[in-house]
């Protein structure tokens, strides 16, 4: 998990120190998502894990939104790049 999370860093990181930015934690929170999403298929009835599930998904729709309001062009390259629709 750790290697993934580094790998995701390198590709969405805005500049050569970046670990923080909206753009990288949005690509973090999808990669959990699509992660417990798959794991919520094979254990539909861990509902102590979905509610963190659910609330890292209200979390990357605030940031989401950040992006929208403060930065359009990041918005849409976000969305792009994750295959996020919106």
């Known amino acids: 998990m750790l290697l993934q999370k580094k790998e995701v860093?390198?590709?969405f990181k805005t500049?050569?120190?970046d670990t923080g930015s909206p753009e990288v934690q949005v690509a973090?929170?999808?990669t959990r998502i699509n992660?417990?999403?798959d794991h919520f298929k094979k254990f539909p009835k861990d509902f102590a894990s979905r509610i963190?599930?659910?609330k890292m998904i209200g979390q990357r729709r605030r940031l989401l939104d950040y992006l929208k309001r403060t930065n359009k062009e990041a918005y849409t390259t976000i969305l792009g790049k994750l295959d996020l629709r919106k």
């Open 52 to 54: 963190g599930f659910l």
């Open 15 to 17: 500049h050569a120190t």
């Open 35 to 37: 992660y417990l999403a």
């Open 9 to 11: 860093v390198e590709k």
């Open 28 to 30: 973090l929170l999808t």
